[in-house]
């Protein structure tokens, strides 16, 4: 990473709209920060084909390249098509390839054209990436690579109290069930790995499943669980991720949030963004033991890490079980970790000033 102790102005390319978590967590949320906590300040554009989209583009990338500010950051963050806004910012990244990064927190050469990450990866002067899987990758092709995990947004929300009906609660988004996602996409972790199990429980349970978007794969989801009487089902529909308060209130209502995750290289790239959200709230996690989720979940301590179908249904059987002292004691543990994943030390990362533990 850059030593950017002095960096006064950030350029941010987003890949996506603000529907995208990266686009929130890695771009929109800690851009916001750095202005009110360090009075760093930033322009912030993503691909929009509105009038408005590509005029606002064409200003600040004017800027960057004729008028570039002094002591600015350009940061190219998971831009991976071959169009027109990638190809734009390759001729920027050319003409200002000075306090350039590239911020990467997907596999995204496992499942598309690489030529233009690629680019990148070469062009940039500095890499920044989700996990140690993505640096041993992007080494190959740029020396300065660093790792930066995913934040968690800033919140208040605290896990206060147990339900009745153990609560098994799950956050993501459900599609890409088929083409060349179909081996590491959520659906087949879930269908997989712990809906077989899940069926296996024999206590009352409620599960809900947050980010289902795909109309088609509900009515999938309730027929799959029609012969199991003792679990509720709840499918959350048409959330607004593009603000996503909501969410921590609702992740806190779960006594139980799971991870699971096929042992593909793809999600051994990721950077456990989902176990964090629900260590954030005070939630036990149960996670799969699959890439960067080993940095976060720890057995008997804030959840289990889990290597089969059948440490899912032991650990909530597990859970379930426990008194509220045990509970808590874990749900407290699940916190003790929050600073690494702030926002605020996300931030302090970028400008090579993270924050130094006792």
Known sequence: MLQQESIQFIYWFAPYNLNCPSTRYRGKYPLEHLF????????????DRSIMGMLLFTRIYLSALLFRKPNSLIVIQKVCSNRLYANALKILIRLQPKSTQYDLDDAEYLRQDKKTLVFFLKNCQSITVGSQALKNYCLQFNTNVSILTSPVKDHKVLKSKRNNVVHVGWVGDL??????????SHKTS????LFPHLRKVKIPMKLTLIGVKNEADIPEIIKYFEKSPNIS????????????????????????GVSPMTDHPFNQCKSAFKTKQYLSVGVPVLASDVGENKKFAFDNKNGFLCKTGIDFLNAINRIANMDDIEYFKMSKNALSLKRNYSIDNYCRLLLGKPITHN
């Open 36 to 47: 009110q906590h360090y009075g760093i300040r930033s322009e912030f554009v993503f691909p």
């Open 175 to 184: 599609g890409n069930g088929d083409g060349i996602s179909k081996e590491f």
């Open 190 to 193: 879930m269908f997989s790995i």
């Open 233 to 256: 089902l709840e499918i959350d529909k048409n959330m607004n991720w593009q603000e996503d308060d909501w969410l921590y209130p609702k992740i806190a209502t779960f006594d139980i």
